[in-house]
């Protein structure tokens, strides 16, 4: 059936037009799944099982009175450790690639595969996102539902039999709508779905389908759950006067955010050299992010609902367990940065962003009440300062700022903070430099596999890799493992050539020998990879690593190495060749 409808053969606004509303449905439908699914096992794991309550946003039937109560207190921790091991068993039994946030691995689909995204991997990662959120664990759902819907993207796009761009591009737009509607924010979530794929750049092709896949998403969720703003109105004013303390409030969210990228990495570098199976890697995260919530229940969950309490200043409904009220504001964001570093970085399923919101906007409360303090009149309350935290913290660990000023303006229904906002994240996007929560993002769509051809391959023909610099990196066959390793990381590789007696006999892969501690690289050795000579061009050694999987090429010229020219030698040559083109031009002006 799908093979008589040629949707490749129509124009690009009545293609799109039509996998725009494709994609809504699955978005909207998606997203109402996963939303009632961790309704369900919150229900099964908090409520029943533990006897605790978690305050819910006003947009989602929640109240700004709040009065914590727990019936099985020394449960909590067994809840998200439970949640942790039924996440980890169904991840690493049907779907590996489903672990952690869920948008880098589509972030890393749209610039590695194609587009390509296994058809399990949005049933897999909605029921495993539903149990670690559910039973108290700290993470968002932003993250599992753009991969569920850029899953069903990428299923759509074949289905229909599109090409490998269009179903890059429907995946871009599954992320964008995904979050864009389980968040209510359709145009935040439209304007995500082009920025998130890079630091500093959009893919301007997936804005107009994002478009009409977030209405039609945004109407379906919304239709059931509600249209009200997740974190109901904001009726405030913007003040120029208070200006500079939204820059400071950059700064400070902006170092803030280098902070949380980096702890979240360390965390999950360690779990990663942990000797045990990584099915009980999410059990140990949800331990300790249970510990955690003993002592601070605001870590669990998505928490949302203590966003609210703290924009409408409601700080007696935390419990504080004597602790003073300030210490535990100033200690809320450091300790959902570990609750959520050792929920998503053991391995366990679900998103950063919503813990990026709230621990922006335990940032904002902080520092908004230290302004309050130095001039009342000036900032008779918090809540400004709440919501652009919230604003400029994931703005720069994410490193979306267009996106998220939308999102939020249309997350609190308020554009009266707008000015205060695009300040604040724009000086946290800068203080924060190249750290981003989503490692897979390039820096820009020349950088991006997706698109190398379309910007370098003129420019690549034309260069020869005798002009390219080849760098002399090797190991021999008797090579012990962990030097192989130290190799590959002092060079930022993640494959080396092996080659005995000037002869190249093949290459040692870093995720054949990752968890290897002995012994020498022989067994491990793959034979045959393809290798040019000196004469011939830059492009071809794009095609040669594309085929062995690697970001350098061999060169052999008379059946002797002579080395290898990296992806980042061939780049150094291009903007060599480009400037030197610029020099040289005339111009007619």
Same mark, same amino acid.
Request: proline fraction near 4%.
């Given at each position: 059936m799908w093979k008589k409808f040629h949707l490749s053969s129509l124009p690009y606004f009545e293609k799109w037009f039509i996998m725009g509303i494709i994609i809504g449905i699955i978005s909207g439908l998606g997203a109402l799944a996963f939303y009632f699914a961790i309704r369900l096992f919150e229900y099964l794991f908090l409520a =029943?099982?533990?006897? *605790?309550? +978690?305050?819910?946003?006003? !947009?989602? /039937?929640?109240?700004l009175v709040f009065l914590y109560h727990v019936r099985y207190f020394y449960l909590i921790p067994v809840s998200i450790a439970l949640g942790g091991l039924f996440s980890g068993l169904i991840v690493y039994t049907f779907a590996p690639e489903a672990e952690g946030h869920g948008t880098d691995a589509a972030i890393r689909a749209f610039h590695n595969d194609q587009g390509k995204i296994r058809r399990r991997i949005p049933l897999v990662k909605t029921i495993a996102s539903a149990i670690?959120?559910?039973?108290g664990g700290s993470a968002g759902r932003e993250?599992?539902?753009?991969?569920?819907?850029?899953?069903?993207?990428?299923?759509?796009?074949?289905?229909?039999?599109?090409?490998?761009?269009? =179903?890059?591009?429907? *995946?871009? +737009?599954?992320?964008?709508? !995904?979050? /864009?509607?389980?968040?209510?924010?359709?145009?935040?979530?439209?304007?995500?779905?082009?920025?998130?794929?890079?630091?500093?750049?959009?893919?301007?092709?997936a804005i107009y389908p994002s478009l009409v896949a977030n209405a039609i998403g945004y109407s379906i969720f919304a239709s059931v759950v509600g249209f009200e703003p997740i974190f109901g109105y904001y009726t405030g004013s913007f003040d120029v006067a208070r200006i500079p303390y939204y820059a400071i409030l950059g700064v400070i969210s902006g170092l803030f955010a280098i902070f949380y990228v980096r702890f979240f990495y360390f965390t999950v570098s360690l779990f990663k050299k942990m000797r045990i199976s990584n099915y009980f890697k999410p059990v140990i995260g949800g331990a300790v992010t249970g510990l955690i919530a003993l002592v601070f229940p605001e870590v669990m969950s998505t928490g949302y609902g203590w966003v609210d309490l703290l924009m409408f200043q409601k700080f007696q409904y935390f419990p504080t367990f004597g602790i003073p009220i300030i210490l535990?504001?100033?200690?809320?964001?450091?300790?959902?940065?570990?609750?959520?570093s050792f929920t998503v970085g053991s391995g366990g399923s679900g998103g950063v962003y919503a813990p990026g919101i709230f621990i922006g906007a335990s940032l904002g409360a902080v520092t908004g009440i230290a302004f309050h303090y130095a001039t009342p009149t000036l900032v008779p309350i918090i809540t400004p300062f709440v919501i652009v935290g919230m604003i400029s913290f994931f703005g720069a660990a994410g490193k979306v700022p267009l996106s998220v000023i939308l999102m939020i303006v249309e997350m609190t229904g308020s554009l009266q903070l707008l000015p205060a906002a695009m300040i604040a994240v724009f000086i946290s996007y800068l203080v924060s430099g190249?750290?981003?929560?989503?490692?897979?993002?390039?820096?820009?769509?020349?950088?991006?596999?997706?698109?190398?051809?379309?910007?370098?391959?003129?420019v690549l023909l034309d260069i020869k890799l005798d002009e390219v610099t080849c760098?002399?990196?090797?190991?021999?066959?008797?090579?012990?493992?962990?030097?192989?390793?130290?190799?590959?990381?002092?060079?930022?590789?993640?494959?080396?050539?092996?080659?005995?007696?000037?002869?190249?006999?093949?290459?040692?892969?870093?995720?054949?020998?990752?968890?290897?501690?002995?012994?020498?690289?022989?067994?491990?050795?793959?034979?045959?990879?393809?290798?040019?000579?000196?004469?011939?061009?830059?492009?071809?050694?794009?095609?040669?690593?594309?085929?062995?999987?690697?970001?350098w090429c061999p060169i052999v010229d008379n059946g002797e190495f002579k080395g290898i020219v990296t992806l980042k030698s061939i780049l150094d040559a291009y903007q060599k060749k480009v400037m030197a083109a610029k020099d040289t031009s005339v111009s007619f002006e």
């Open positions: =029943r099982f533990v006897g *605790v309550s +978690v305050p819910r946003p006003l !947009g989602e /039937g929640g109240s670690t959120i559910g039973s993250g599992p539902t753009a991969q569920i819907a850029a899953g069903l993207g990428s299923m759509i796009a074949d289905l229909l039999g599109l090409s490998d761009t269009d =179903r890059r591009i429907a *995946v871009a +737009v599954g992320i964008g709508s !995904g979050i /864009g509607t389980i968040f209510k924010t359709p145009i935040g979530g439209t304007m995500l779905g082009a920025e998130i794929l890079y630091k500093r750049d959009l893919e301007t092709q535990l504001l100033i200690a809320l964001p450091f300790i959902k940065v570990f609750a959520t190249k750290y981003t929560i989503y490692h897979n993002q390039v820096e820009d769509r020349r950088s991006s596999p997706a698109h190398f051809g379309e910007f370098n391959t003129p760098g002399d990196i090797s190991i021999t066959d008797d090579t012990d493992v962990e030097e192989a390793k130290r190799i590959m990381d002092e060079n930022s590789i993640s494959a080396v050539p092996v080659v005995v007696y000037k002869r190249l006999i093949g290459a040692v892969y870093l995720f054949d020998i990752a968890e290897i501690t002995s012994g020498t690289v022989k067994d491990y050795i793959r034979r045959g990879i393809t290798y040019l000579r000196s004469s011939n061009n830059a492009e071809e050694a794009w095609e040669v690593m594309m085929r062995n999987k690697t970001t």
